[in-house]
């Protein structure tokens, strides 16, 4: 801690809410680890939240007149940096040079926020979410070359399928599994597009996400998004689909304009349907590797109903979820084997984003095999 940062809380009240010993000015010693070389040593990263423009700019040019800055220029592991200051001090020439010095050099930068700041003023400048922070740190700690830079593209939700103007047909999915797998992959570097129908505010801001609604808008985006990401020149990784949307198989033949009022339907309704188009048979020759998701309620068949889609839509790997009933959707964990073409492996039931984990171990086995 600082001198400034003593100013707010007292490095005695962390080390009685954190059971850690807290390196100041005055407490550095040579007797033990609690110097600005061993603290460097011992961490996996450093994140600096918040950090000031003052500071920024100091570290920027290799200034180490405080106990903090010392520690981060004998730092060797990898830095990250949540800056926080006013509007014209962030924004100004001198801290955003010293910002894109920073990142040319390896540091990561966790991007402030507009708000209403401590000084009264509504503009950049606030301190991210926590929750970035924490993926963000999470990024730097769980990255692996394998999945680093990939593109990778995810789908999640029921589609709605529209009725009339205030009426639609549609699932229960949740789609909390598509926003786990975004951010595991996220977290392990990926350059992910979340294509939903779904909420996604708690996933990290730095994932590209599309709203759609119907099936129809599902096939389109996620056909626009596989082309973009494999006409990239040079082409480094192949791309991957996890296709996690709970895509409608059928959807109203004629939707009504406006509201259809009740008086005009009588006491039944008979909607007329047509199939909806297959989006994994429609890019299943456009040369990603695929992970289809295939919920069943039959005990007997769903695994070989799971299966049939490595033959049958030419998917790479798919992940077969039992499920008992309609109250199994929209939970926190989940049960699911990830099927290929060789066998199969029964991940256990987990948290969704744990299970999220498992399957990307499991997949990146498949490019091989494609």
Not at 125 to 153: C, D, H, M
Not at 295 to 304: L, T
């Amino acid at each position: 801690m600082t001198a400034s940062a003593e100013r707010f809380v007292s490095a005695l009240t962390f080390e009685a809410l954190t059971r850690n010993a807290v390196l100041t000015e005055q407490t550095e010693s040579w007797a033990n680890t609690l110097n600005h070389i061993d603290i460097g040593k011992a961490c996996d990263v450093f994140v600096l939240a918040p950090a000031t423009a003052n500071t920024i700019n100091k570290i920027s040019h290799g200034i180490a007149d405080n106990i903090l800055l010392q520690t981060i220029l004998a730092l060797t592991k990898p830095l990250l940096i949540a800056p926080a200051a006013n509007t014209n001090m962030i924004e100004d020439s001198s801290t955003l040079n010293s910002i894109r010095t920073l990142k040319s050099n390896g540091t990561v930068i966790v991007n402030s926020q507009s708000k209403l700041l401590a000084c009264g003023d509504t503009g950049n400048g606030a301190l991210a979410e926590p929750q970035e922070i924490f993926y963000e740190t999470a990024r730097v700690l769980l990255k692996e070359s394998y999945w680093e830079n990939r593109e990778v593209i995810v789908t999640g939700g029921g589609t709605r399928e529209k009725i009339d103007e205030v009426r639609y047909v549609s699932n229960f999915s949740s789609g909390k599994m598509a926003n786990a797998l975004a951010t595991a992959l996220y977290m392990k570097g990926a350059k992910v597009t979340l294509i939903t129908t779904k909420e996604h505010s708690e996933i990290p801001s730095e994932i590209s996400t599309i709203d759609i609604a119907s099936a129809k808008e599902m096939k389109e985006q996620t056909i626009s998004a596989l082309n973009a990401s494999l006409s990239k020149e040079p082409l480094l990784k192949k791309p991957f689909l996890f296709m996690a949307a709970a895509v409608a198989d059928f959807t109203p033949k004629s939707p009504n304009n406006g509201k259809t009022k009740k008086v005009n339907i009588g006491t039944e309704w008979n909607i007329e349907m047509k199939q909806t188009a297959d989006i994994l048979k429609s890019v299943s020759n456009l040369g990603q590797v695929t992970i289809g998701f295939k919920a069943e309620m039959d005990k007997e068949n769903g695994f070989s109903n799971a299966k049939s889609l490595i033959q049958n839509k030419n998917v790479d790997g798919v992940c077969y979820n039992l499920l008992a009933n309609s109250s199994d959707f929209g939970t926190s964990d989940n049960s699911i084997t990830f099927i290929h073409k060789n066998g199969s492996i029964d991940l256990g039931t987990a948290s969704k984003l744990d299970l999220s984990f498992k399957i990307l171990e499991e997949s990146q086995k498949l490019e091989s095999n494609k």
